[in-house]
């Protein structure tokens, strides 16, 4: 429990059925799974994810310039939304 709200979780929201993942998505859900604990933090808790290890796998992938940076605005938005939902939860 206290994991969790050290992160700004709750038992409930953790509990959640796991959404429908479309077929085009999984790359970048598999990517944003092995990268989930590089989070810079702060005093205030995360704050960004840390690209450094993303863009390496991503260089490893072979992708063209143009899926690479799908990818890369995927993980992104993904980041972005997963701070916004710890920052709801964190007070």
């Known amino acids: 429990m206290e994991e969790l709200a050290r992160w700004g979780l709750t038992p409930e929201l953790v509990a959640r059925p796991f959404p429908e993942i479309w ?6 859900l598999r990517l944003y799974m ?3 604990d590089q989070w810079r933090c702060g005093m205030g808790g995360p704050y960004a994810l840390d690209m ?13 310039d143009d899926d ?5 605005d995927d993980i ?4 972005r ?11």
Do not use: H, I, K, Q
Request: charge should be negative; hydrophobic fraction near 45%; proline fraction near 5%.
């Open 76 to 79: 992104t938005t993904m980041a």
């Open 52 to 64: 450094t290890v993303p863009l390496a796998l991503m260089a490893r992938m072979g992708l063209s």
């Open 23 to 28: 077929e085009e998505n999984w790359p970048a």
């Open 81 to 91: 939304t997963a701070l916004e939902v710890m920052a709801e939860n964190r007070d």
């Open 34 to 36: 092995r990268c989930n």
């Open 68 to 72: 690479f940076d799908e990818l890369y």
